[in-house]
């Protein structure tokens, strides 16, 4: 009692931590609840409990068709933007290079342009350029969108990176090629495998970019946009649910890796 009387800031940081950690989970405990819901209608009480909506889900084969298709984009951006995430990183951590600070705000410039405002002017590009819209238009999308992720992980490890250990292995007879994969590139696991995971991720919840780029192929957020057009149901639930044990389960694996990579 002295405690909270003495400190009367730790008490409102307490609770407005509470409240924030509510606000967060409590949409998504309530949104899990009525996937269970045996009734067409979302609505309280839950009289009875059924699974019938997660096997419909999974039975439901435009449901696949998407998850499919994101998958796929996801793991091409993913794999894109960390090529070109490093390559900028390891640029603007050069310190013979001139305009290193310019080099990084460009590269992360995606990263604060509101989604809109972005998905906008790729629109406007990729007519400009005669691209069509669709799956590599989406992809384009992604990428420019996961990229600044992907520069600033690696350099937050770049700049943790003794350059002993690049010097050691120039001594030993490596060129740079052979430094970089023996030596930096492994040093870089950790960040890595968190920035591609993040770029999954985005790209598997980005509506906005997809809704301006996207083709006839819809992806997993445009199914969800197009059922919720014609009315929540339970089954939009279990979709989500589905999501988002999946992106949790991901995350999970992912930092999970990242720390026994720094051990």
Request: hydrophobic share 60%.
């Given at each position: 009692m002295r405690f909270y009387m003495k400190n009367p800031q730790n008490v409102f940081l307490t609770?407005?931590?509470?409240a924030f950690v509510a606000y967060l989970f409590v949409p998504l405990m309530l949104m899990t609840a009525m996937s269970f819901k045996d009734s067409n209608f979302i609505s309280f009480p839950i009289d009875s409990f059924t699974m019938k909506w997660y096997v419909q889900v999974v039975q439901d084969e435009q449901f696949l068709s998407a998850v499919g298709y994101s998958l796929m984009i996801a793991f091409t951006v993913t794999v894109v933007a960390t090529a070109i995430g490093v390559w900028i990183a390891l640029l603007a951590s050069n310190e013979a290079?001139?305009?290193?600070?310019?080099i990084f705000a460009l590269a992360c410039l995606p990263a604060v342009v509101p989604g809109m405002i972005q998905a906008i002017s790729?629109?406007?590009?990729?007519?400009?350029?005669?691209?069509?819209?669709?799956?590599?238009?989406?992809?384009?999308?992604?990428?420019?969108?996961?990229?600044?992720?992907?520069?600033?992980?690696?350099?937050?490890r770049l700049r943790s990176m003794p350059s002993s250990l690049i010097d050691a292995a120039r001594d030993l007879g490596a060129d740079n090629f052979i430094a970089?994969?023996?030596?930096?590139?492994?040093?870089?696991?950790p960040?890595?495998?968190?920035?591609?995971?993040?770029?999954?991720?985005?790209?598997?919840?980005d509506f906005v970019r997809t809704f301006f780029l996207g083709g006839y192929q819809t992806t997993l957020p445009m199914l969800i946009f197009a059922k919720i057009s014609g009315g929540m149901s339970p089954e939009i639930n279990a979709m989500a649910t589905l999501v988002l044990i999946f992106t949790g389960a991901v995350g999970l694996y992912a930092e999970r890796r990242v720390r026994r990579s720094r051990n």
């Open positions: 609770g407005f931590y509470w290079i001139w305009g290193k600070a310019i790729m629109r406007i590009f990729i007519r400009a350029i005669d691209v069509p819209t669709g799956t590599f238009a989406i992809i384009l999308g992604h990428t420019v969108h996961a990229v600044p992720f992907v520069v600033i992980m690696a350099m937050t970089f994969f023996r030596v930096t590139l492994p040093y870089l696991g960040a890595l495998v968190g920035g591609m995971i993040f770029c999954a991720l985005t790209s598997i919840d």
